[in-house]
């Protein structure tokens, strides 16, 4: 497979992406030779080890259900990067017999964040956008950014990302490449017009840049506080990050948390409720008061 996708590639090479000896590889490829498969060995400088031009094979015993079930694990979440190189290769490895079924099926699978205990934020149009992702089509969507402002958009979608408890919509608009959250899309209509995109995508890598680009944008608020450690895990995942932090003897962490703002500091740790107590800045700490004398007068 790896001659077939790559082309002509070196002994090292092969026992470097297989992560087995040299010796090895020259012993398996006499064996492939010996099994009809035509491999062969070119000397000298330049050469390597290749496949007869025009030859391929597909993945040995791999039926139709198995295929679909190997790209079909694949939708939703993807929990590393090397989890997402690991499925686009198996996508290019899948037979072309079976690649359209198990690309459909991956299509009818979704990971979700919550269950049915928890609301989520609606992702109502999320088949349509997967498939338009799919097919290849441009969207025309009515878009509420984080203003609450609604506009009409002409998009060429990418690709789609899951981050967070969010899916997220690559897109192209006007040329330039944009990041959009699908549970701010309020109106979709696939169009009947090919997306102007490029047939080779690495999602990992546009996401990150756009990722690193928002992150850096932000106005970031320092706070220090002390946190029940019961209290530790929810405060610190919905965090930018935490600068220091250390356990005093009572058990509770004093520590410096970023956040990406007042209102996203103000709110998070409202949420955690007496398990934390703010220090400072003094506006934080402030809001916190006014928000629980608001709180005790409501129920007084």
């Known amino acids: 497979m790896l001659l077939q996708h790559r082309g002509r590639l ?23 030779s010996s099994a009809g498969v035509p491999v062969y060995t ?24 198995e295929a679909t079930a190997l790209l079909a694990s694949g939708s939703g979440r993807v929990a590393t990067p090397a989890f997402a190189r690991a499925m686009r290769k ?22 979700r964040p919550d269950g049915f205990a928890y609301p989520h934020e609606p992702e109502d149009h999320l088949p349509e956008v997967q ?6 089509l441009r969207v025309r969507v009515s878009y509420r950014n984080r203003t609450d402002s609604v506009a009409e958009r002409n998009l060429d979608p990418i690709g789609l990302v899951y981050a967070g408890d969010h899916w997220y919509l690559l897109a192209a608009r006007d040329g330039t490449e944009r990041v959009y ?21 690495d999602l990992e890598a546009s996401f990150t840049a756009h990722w ?35 356990v005093q003897d009572d058990g509770r962490h004093l520590s410096v948390i970023e956040f990406s703002g007042h209102n996203h500091a103000a709110g998070t740790l409202w949420h955690c409720g007496p398990a934390v107590t703010v220090l400072q800045p003094s506006g934080i700490r402030d809001e916190m008061a006014r928000r ?3 709180t005790a007068r409501l129920y007084s």
């Open 42 to 65: 070119d000397r000298g400088r330049g050469g390597g080890i290749s496949l007869l031009a025009g030859y391929r094979t597909e993945l040995t015993g791999l039926t139709a259900e």
């Open 181 to 201: 959250r699908v549970s701010r899309i309020e109106g979709l209509d696939v169009l009947d017009e090919p997306a102007h995109r490029s047939d080779v995508v």
């Open 90 to 111: 198996v996508v290019a490895a899948i037979p072309e017999a079976h690649r359209a079924a198990a690309s459909t099926a991956s299509q009818r699978i979704l990971v």
């Open 212 to 246: 690193q680009s928002f992150r850096s944008s932000l106005t970031t608020i320092e706070v220090t506080c002390l946190v029940d450690d019961t209290a530790w895990n929810s405060l610190t995942k919905n965090t930018v990050r935490v600068i220091s932090d250390h």
């Open 10 to 32: 070196s002994a090292a090479d092969i026992a470097e992406q297989l992560e087995v000896s040299t010796r090895t590889v020259l012993r398996d490829i006499e064996a492939l």
């Open 131 to 136: 498939r338009a992702v799919i097919d290849g």
């Open 292 to 294: 629980a004398r608001a």
